[in-house]
């Protein structure tokens, strides 16, 4: 057995103990480049890493910087010490090579409740950009709006409605976390909403990558978006991931400025939640940054909680 599948057998035991919502593998990329880092004990740490460039025009630079170099770590049982020597050779590894001083990031992904983890990570100089959260598919009883608040799916007609609340919460987002508010931004999130709508559907529909998008109305004007959709883990190819089988995420909520904290993004998700269960899905799972001071208090209230948590350097030449 090599050394890495030793390692990647450690964690595959590892990480269930930690959280039982976590699945039992980690899969590295297809393409990387090797890693390794000697303990002070003589035991050996490896990892994969993956560098990226997104061009101008690309939608991936309205969540990343352009440039980003990611850290599959395989640490076994030594998440701390083992964390803290394969980061200090990353480090290393980067010093040789040509990296951006502005627009790039180094990125690690690794289980939210390994504590160990996180002190080395933290000591290098990452930070928690987001979290990988779940919520189990646990229908609501009292998901029906009140008042004048009303409920409906968005359709193809509704592109620049969407659009208008899509782009308030990557305004917001650009403020608190790693979404970039870019100049092209507005022209990747139409063709984005435009894709999504015309698509919009349940798991059970016939076209493939079928997405629910909904709105919440007061008196006729939309006030709140939530954008979701499906996936199947088993089509995860490298990294962190979920259990097995049919998943619901949750890309994008969206509240008004001056709707916000009168219960519709409650009421909304409790509409969505109802949905996820109806349709048989292992659960639901989202990215919320915890710096957001919205995000953090809202998500956990509806049941969130985090599994993964990507931790993050920018720029790369950050790293400590």
Known sequence: MSLAQELMEIQRVRFPALDSALPNSYLLPRHGEPLMAALPGGETVAGLTVSSSHPPGSVQRLWSAAETHELFPLVGNRPRDGMDALLNAWRTQLAHRDVSDTDSA?????????????????????????????????????????????MRRAGPSDVDTVLELALAELEYAALVGGSVLRPDAARLKRNAVHLRLRSAGRPADDREGAVPVWLAERDGVPIALAECGWVDSGANHSGPGLTGGKWAYVNCVSVREQERGTGVGQQLMALVHNEFASAGVVGSYLYYNPANPLSSVFWPRQGYRPLWTIWEVRPATALR
């Not at 002190?119 to 959260?133: E, M």
């Open 106 to 150: 180094c990125t690690v992904t690794w289980p939210s409740r390994d504590v160990q983890a996180s002190r080395a990570l933290l000591d290098h100089g990452f930070t928690p950009l987001a979290c990988l959260a779940v919520r189990a598919p646990t229908p609501i009883t009292d998901a029906e709006p009140g008042g004048t608040v009303k």
